[in-house]
């Protein structure tokens, strides 16, 4: 199967406006045929002036009609000053004639010019869905301060409402631009990420021979060539050369990391010194890069921190406002008159925009969603924020996740007569054909010394290996395993840890206790999430005596041992009916039970399908450190989108007081509204700078 | 003596303009290069240009205007035009210090990002630049930030009064072209040390208006109330209104 046709199962593209990659709400997801969608009037601008959704010709009309009205605003506003000064209301009845006229001549295309993507916009979608939104309280507020006064030129007498219809369109369609501009920088995290990968790779042929292929044509298998300086177009083992690779915009690890053959690498990874030839193992949609991606696509739709609280309120605001126009027309109709409730229905139309109320909490977890992927952190859904900040409990798996999940030699003992090297070496050559875990341990442990020849190799599986050894000339039978195995050898056992003997011909020659160790961040990082006030819990499959060995690592730790799925679940199950929301760090099949029903399902990047596929967080390259961090952003992300939103609800409920008291000029409601949001989009920035883990420069 | 208040601040801006050379001397140059060989399109675009620069610094002065007498109406309080005036004097003296060197004359950061967000919003018009995109450009080239400008402004706001206010930061506009022209038409630019020499001078006149602005504000018995504001501001209003407001004669 091609990347291609791979590509076609892959679930359909996110609804998400085409400029500033926020979710669409649900009346303009079913326009997506008519071309890029978008979430507001300022997102249209911003993307045809960039080049996006149209040609270039477009983009200048389109900014040449905005500049054009601009101008003829800024005069119809500055005259109505200088005619007005004063500010009373019976002044707007002065001026000769033919000024108002003048006025008239000059704000009518500037309407047309700056109103035109308001009146379509707005029109239509209350006429498509019955939906009124911003665009259309804009659009309704000019129409009406235009049209009485045109009446009031036409008739000769009368208020003129110029200034405040340009004013408004203005104010709008400017804050809205910049607001689109901002909002567009503050997501662009995923436009980042996909800059790392290349367009092509170059590709050898059995011959030797290199082509240039695009990156989509790559398949498993395929062998590249990179050179320095280029970056890894695909997941794959190095075969041949050697090489600094830096991986800091993938896993936000900032030391480059040495490579030689064998070394598993990423797609998207800088090769810094030398070159590489590498064997594809994941390409195009399969990489870690893409998966990255993704997951930071799906964390921009999912659900955002506080949804549900926004959505109920957002449900009664609309026709509440429109109820609270209308009461606001008719009291100051009766009280004053047409103008000046005409005047005070449109403060509240504008001020009542709860676009900072819309924006308030999908920038913050999107923002944040952003800043993870930086530091080498993928969150599913934004989400993840909330449930991260009420988090009060940790679970651990132990192996593969607190340590490295591969053995490792700790220390060799010897019989009399014999070195440490030769039990190695011998040990690594009995071993030299098996696959086995321990056997990988002891060939990295004896490295690259010649090993003597071997021949008749024998696996017992759980018990160890027989071979014929040729030592000094001579083939001895030799064994390698358990004490059971081996034959008589003096007591060496270490709790915890994997203890195997050497016998050559009958005798004992020596042991090696081999241990899965500790992550070297893994004591730190515990520590720093109990300083935070969390839990800490170590639920393992292992043994009891390597979780007393683990236990005596990291002190005050709680740890329970020989735990089956099923008893890591029930933990789960008991915090969450605690009314916790516990976090469980995993990386087996045997952790996915309890991953999918944690509050926060945590894995590593080594982790299995399974586990990826079922947990919130992925955390890559695997370093433990980060996820303090993590619960750092999460408390941060919360706090912010709190904020934005009791900023934007005080921002509206003040507001609304203000006009419907007849407090609050038109004018200064859309420079309020277009503040608020820019306040919103300039709040959820500090996410972007939120500082990344210790040791961190990207 | 009497001189309208537009053409001090014209006078005041054409002395220390060779400030803008830096700032926005850059676009109209950048402008000029391309029309060097059609002289009549090269004079037609500077001319939409600076309109467009006009009516933005106009439009914010009138807005200026409006809100100072705002302020002083709606406060009723006699000390209201005074501060005003204070106002103006220490925005006056702090452009005139800027110009001497003595606070730090590079553009801030907010400026700086500003500049990059409308060179954003006008890429598409700098490089195929439509009949007409001078003025446009001029519009968008008035909102950035200035020393000058904020000098008209706290001016403007003095005055109290929206035609002497747009009048005035015209004025700053009319100020700003010969240095500006000369740069783009004829492409002459000043040695680095005339240019220090020129703005140092620009500065002493900006601090010695200052100085002025302060003691007719603090100094006059009854000074401050709005319509009168004039008379309390010799470099804004100087004491001469020029739109409806008539003549008054400086003290």
Redesign the interface.
């Known amino acids: 199967m091609s990347v291609a046709e791979a590509a076609a199962f892959l679930p359909a593209p996110l609804p998400l406006c085409a400029h500033c990659g926020l979710p669409l709400n649900a009346g303009l997801r079913e326009r997506r045929e008519e071309g890029p969608a978008y979430c507001c009037s300022g997102c249209a601008l911003a993307h045809r ?3 996006g959704g149209a040609g ?2 477009r ?2 009309g389109l ?2 009609a ?3 009205g ?2 003829l605003a ?2 119809v ?2 005259l109505s ?2 005619l007005y ?3 009373a209301e019976a002044d707007r009845a002065s001026g000769e004639a033919w000024v108002r006229w003048a006025l008239l001549a000059l704000a009518t295309p500037a309407v047309l010019l700056l109103g035109s993507p308001f009146l379509t916009r707005g029109l239509r979608q209350f006429g498509r869905q019955g939906r009124i939104d911003t665009d259309t309280l804009i659009a309704v507020g000019v129409l009406a301060a235009y049209g009485l006064s045109l009446r009031s030129v036409l008739l000769g007498t009368g208020p003129l409402y110029l200034d405040t219809a340009m004013g408004i369109l203005l104010f709008v369609t400017l804050g809205r ?2 607001d689109a ?1 901002a909002r567009a920088r503050t997501t662009d995290a995923l436009a980042a990420l996909a800059r790392q990968m290349p367009d092509v790779a170059h590709r050898l042929g059995d011959d030797g021979a290199e082509e240039e292929i695009p990156v989509a044509a790559l398949v498993r298998g395929n062998r590249l060539r990179v050179r320095p300086g280029e970056r890894l177009p695909a997941d794959g083992v190095v075969i041949e050369g050697e090489a600094s690779i830096s991986q800091a915009e993938i896993t936000g690890e900032s030391l480059p990391i040495a490579c030689a053959p064998g070394t598993r690498v990423a797609a998207g990874t800088l090769a810094l010194d030398g070159s590489l030839i590498l064997e594809v193992e994941r390409a195009g949609t399969e990489t870690t890069l893409a998966r990255m991606v993704r997951l930071v696509e799906q964390a921009r739709a999912g659900g955002y921190p506080l949804a549900p609280l926004v959505d109920r309120l957002a449900a009664s605001f609309v026709p509440l406002v429109f109820l609270l126009a209308l009461g606001t027309f008719g009291f100051w109709t009766l009280r004053a008159d047409t103008g000046v409730a005409l005047l005070n229905t449109l403060s509240v139309l504008l001020i009542a925009c709860p676009c900072a109320i819309g924006l308030a909490t999908p920038l913050a977890a999107t923002t944040a969603a952003g800043r993870a992927a930086t530091a080498g952190v993928l969150v599913r859904s934004g989400q993840v924020f909330e449930r991260l900040a009420r988090c009060r409990r940790v679970f651990f798996d132990k192996t593969g996740t607190l340590t490295r999940g591969e053995l490792r030699l700790v220390r060799v003992h010897t019989a009399p007569g014999s070195t440490e090297e030769d039990v190695l070496v011998l040990a690594a050559a009995l071993e030299e054909g098996s696959e086995h875990p321990i056997a990988r341990a002891v060939r990295a442990a004896a490295g690259d010394a010649p090993r003597p020849h071997c021949e008749g190799f024998r696996a017992f599986p759980g018990r160890g290996v027989t071979a014929l050894l040729d030592v000094a000339g001579r083939l001895l039978p030799a064994r390698l395993g358990t004490a059971e195995h081996v034959g008589p050898v003096p007591g060496c056992d270490e709790p915890g840890a994997t203890v195997i003997h050497l016998a050559v011909n009958g005798l004992w020659r020596g042991s090696l206790v081999l241990r899965d160790e500790l992550r070297p961040e893994a004591p730190a990082a515990v520590r720093a999430l109990t300083a935070r006030g969390l839990a800490v819990e170590v639920l393992s499959g292992d043994g009891a005596a390597a979780v007393a060995h683990l236990s005596e690592r990291l002190p005050g730790i709680a740890a329970t041992g020989s735990l089956a799925p099923e008893a890591k679940l029930d933990r789960v199950r008991a915090a969450v009916a605690a009314g916790d929301c516990p976090a469980m760090v995993g990386d087996g099949i045997n952790d996915a039970p309890a991953l999918s029903n944690a509050g926060v399902a945590i894995t590593l990047e080594s982790g299995t399908d399974l586990a990826r596929e079922v947990s919130d967080v992925t955390i890559l390259g695997g370093d433990l450190s980060r996820l303090p961090w993590l619960f750092d952003l999460g408390q941060k992300t919360l706090q912010t989108a709190r904020r934005n939103l009791t900023w934007a609800f005080l921002y509206n409920g003040v507001g609304l007081g203000l006009a419907v008291t007849g407090h609050l000029h038109p004018l200064f409601g859309a420079v309020g509204m277009v503040a608020s949001s820019l306040l919103v989009v300039l709040h959820s920035q500090r996410l972007a700078r939120f500082p990344l883990p210790h040791g961190d420069s990207a | 003596m009497s001189y309208p208040g537009w053409l001090v601040a014209a006078g005041l801006t054409a002395a220390a303009s060779v400030h803008c050379a830096g700032m926005c001397g850059g676009f109209a140059v950048a402008l000029a290069v391309r029309d060097r060989q059609r002289r009549l399109r090269l004079a037609g675009n500077q001319i939409l240009l600076h309109l ?1 620069k006009a ?2 610094y ?2 914010l002065g ?2 200026a ?2 809100l100072g ?2 302020l002083v ?1 709606s406060t009723a309080l006699t000390w209201t035009g005074r501060l005003l005036a204070i106002l103006a004097a220490v925005v006056l003296a702090l452009a005139g210090l800027t110009l001497l060197g003595l606070r730090s004359s590079r553009p801030s950061a907010w400026t700086i990002r500003l500049a990059a ?1 409308w060179q ?6 700098l ?2 630049r ?1 009949a ?2 001078s ?2 450009i001029g ?2 080239l008035g909102t950035l930030p200035c020393p000058l400008v904020y000098a008209g402004l706290a001016a403007a706001a003095a005055t109290g ?3 002497q206010g ?1 009048a005035i930061l015209a004025g700053v506009a009319l100020g700003t072209i010969p240095a500006l022209a000369a740069a783009a038409l004829v492409g002459v630019t000043l040695s680095e040390g005339a240019r220090r020499g020129l703005a140092r001078a620009g500065g002493v006149l900006l601090l010695a208006m200052a100085v002025v602005t302060l003691v007719r504000a603090v100094g006059h018995e009854h000074g401050g109330m709005a319509g009168h504001a004039g008379h309390a501001m010799p470099a804004a209003g100087a004491g001469a209104g020029c ?2 407001g008539g003549h008054q004669q400086m003290h």
Not at chain 2, 120 to 125: M, N, T
């Open positions: 002036i960039s080049g270039h010709g983009a200048t900014l040449m905005v500049g054009m601009a101008f800024l005069n506003m500055m000053f200088v000064t004063g500010g631009y910049l501009a | 467009g009516t933005t106009a439009f009138a807005l205007g409006l007498g705002a109406h967000v954003r919003f006008l890429g598409p018009l490089q195929e439509p007409g995109s003025l446009v519009l968008v009064s929206p035609a747009a739109g409806p």
